[in-house]
């Protein structure tokens, strides 16, 4: 639905992306994640026909970014870093005149920017001039404005942005619902946000694609230990030292009464760790695997644990 | 068409939804109706006066000592009013980031441009419109020409028009409104008063300096003289105008 081919943008000298390719499948919802500075918003704007690249291609819904614009934008739905709302309109005015700019048949019209004000929840706020609403309601007037011609492909950078724990979670879910009727690419730097409403990531640091697909793939590529996590009563030198004497095992580290156990990858050490637990006699209580969260892989990538 | 009536209704709600179309009408309306009270009070004791002289008689006329000045003042009026009424038009939707919105919908540069040229063209119609309330007394008490009237009114308009084409220019060059309004008023007055440079000029750049000053093209106006070549002079300034906003639009993404 959403393919870039090695894209670059240069602001003069400053290089904002360098060669990032990746592609988003129908229906998805991919997360582009990177530090500050590292080309979300650049990117977004390209995708959305707002800057044009200086060299590459990036397309939406099969139609080329600088070939043919309209057509894109008529398909696109784009929440831009700073909310574009007019504070003298009020939220039902400003739904109408995008529905209108967004080319929503007349007919249609009424119909669409209820929808809009019913998925995002304006319904309390909807005749209220948009400069006295909260930051919160703010926000969701963004997405609606974005959601309002009911577009197959939502580009929403930083949706989250400002507002407090619960409306966070609110507006996840919100996007969450969307999943499967649209194509969804939101930025973020926070990182839970990726593992909780996204279906893959694209990460990226420096304008540079540093990895892409789906959150497995992207774990998958990343590790390089298996493991498991032993949550124990005792935990006793003898037992460290049967686990580490395991063939294949590479490092047990012991804290808070849980010994952590990495092996390489692609071997399978759960039953022999479990069966030495028991047999050392450290009372086992828990046994985990031990997962690489997003963290660990942002920041193993970012801070340059990982080649691109 | 359509797409050009989305923003001109978009900035004509903005307009009148805000204090700024009410102000300044008022203002405009207010400062032209103590011109015309004023003309038309010197015009009056000017009649009694000769109304004992048949021969002075002979030479008041209604439409050089009343509306020929008024246009005028009308003029300044407006080139003073016009920056403020075309400021905001680009400068505030960069500010506040909804230049995006505009830019990542399916309607081209060109399109807003028209549109906020329209919208301000239309509140300037009001303007002109609301005096030509003080006009029609005139025919009431009075029997002026009706042509050079109108000929008067369409001069204003059309010069206007080119005043809204430079504000929207100097407007997209900024954030600031105030800003644009300086650069526009700046802009505007030194077009105005371009010809006095004619005088020192000779030949070739006296005519060009001429052409291109405001000043000679009004003064046909108020005389009640229609000519192509101003018509021509104030759509190409609108052109122009637009033409170099669209530049400046269209640069500012590309680099």
């Known amino acids: 639905m959403i393919a870039v081919e090695h894209l670059v943008k240069n602001y003069g000298d400053l290089v904002a992306v360098r060669d990032l390719s990746f592609e988003v499948g129908q229906g998805l919802i991919w997360g582009l994640l990177g530090p500050n500075a590292a080309g979300k918003t650049t990117t977004m704007r390209i995708l959305t026909g707002y800057l044009p690249a200086t060299d590459g291609r990036a397309s939406v819904g099969g139609f080329d970014v600088f070939e043919q614009p309209n057509e894109v934008k008529k398909i696109l739905g784009y929440l831009p870093e700073v909310l574009p709302l007019y504070p003298d309109q009020t939220v039902t005015e400003f739904l109408n005149f995008v529905a209108d700019l967004k080319k929503v048949p007349a007919a249609k019209k009424k119909g669409a920017v209820a929808r809009a004000i019913k998925i995002s929840g304006l319904e309390p706020v909807k005749g209220r001039l948009i400069r006295n609403i909260s930051r919160g309601f703010k926000q969701r007037v963004g997405i609606a404005q974005a959601l309002v011609h009911d577009p197959q492909v939502l580009i929403l950078d930083e949706p989250t ?148 | 068409m359509k797409n050009i009536w989305i923003i001109a209704k978009k900035e004509l709600r903005t307009y009148f939804t805000s204090p700024i179309a009410y102000v300044i009408m008022t203002v405009f309306l207010l400062l032209v109706g103590f011109f015309f009270y004023s003309l038309i009070w010197w015009f009056n004791t000017q009649s009694m006066q000769a109304a004992q002289n048949p021969y002075y008689a002979q030479q008041m006329n209604i439409n050089q000592m009343v509306f020929g000045p008024l246009f005028n003042n009308m003029s300044i009026i407006l080139l003073l009013m016009l920056p403020l009424l075309t400021m905001r038009l680009f400068a505030e939707e960069k500010k506040i980031g909804t230049e995006e919105l505009l830019m990542t919908s399916p309607i081209s540069v060109g399109q807003i441009i028209l549109g906020k040229f329209t919208a301000s063209l239309l509140v300037l119609a009001a303007m002109l419109g609301l005096t030509g309330l003080l006009s029609l007394f005139t025919f009431v008490y009075g029997n002026p020409e009706i042509a050079p009237v109108l000929n008067g009114y369409l001069g204003l308009f059309l010069m206007g028009g080119a005043f809204i084409a430079i504000g929207l220019f100097f407007s997209s060059l900024t954030e600031n409104q105030i800003v644009a309004a300086i650069l526009t008023f700046g802009a505007l007055l030194l077009f105005w008063i371009l010809n006095w440079a004619a005088n020192s000029a000779a030949g070739f750049w006296k005519d060009v300096l001429n052409y291109v000053s405001f000043f000679q093209h009004f003064e046909n106006a108020t005389q009640g003289i229609l000519d192509t070549t101003d018509i021509i002079y104030y759509f190409s300034f609108a052109f122009f105008g637009m033409f170099l906003t669209h530049s400046v639009i269209q640069s500012r993404r590309w680099r």
């Open chain 1, 161 to 308: 942005i400002g507002l407090d724990p619960a409306q966070i979670i609110e507006i996840r879910s919100l996007i969450k619902s969307l999943q499967g009727e649209h194509t969804i690419i939101l930025s973020t730097h926070i990182l839970a946000e990726v593992t909780q409403t996204c279906d893959g990531v694209v990460i990226i640091n420096e304008g540079r694609l540093m990895v892409s697909g789906t959150l497995e793939e992207v774990t998958a590529s990343v590790r390089t230990r298996d493991g498991v996590v032993l949550k124990v009563r005792r935990a006793a030198e003898a037992a460290v030292a049967a686990l580490k004497a395991l063939p294949g095992v590479e490092k047990v580290d012991r804290a808070d009464g849980e010994l952590r156990v990495e092996w390489k990858v692609g071997l399978d050490l759960r039953e022999a760790a479990a069966k030495l637990a028991v047999e050392t006699n450290c009372g086992l209580l828990e046994m985990r695997p031990l997962a690489m969260t997003i963290e660990d892989i942002y920041l193993k990538i970012v801070s340059g644990g990982v080649e691109p």
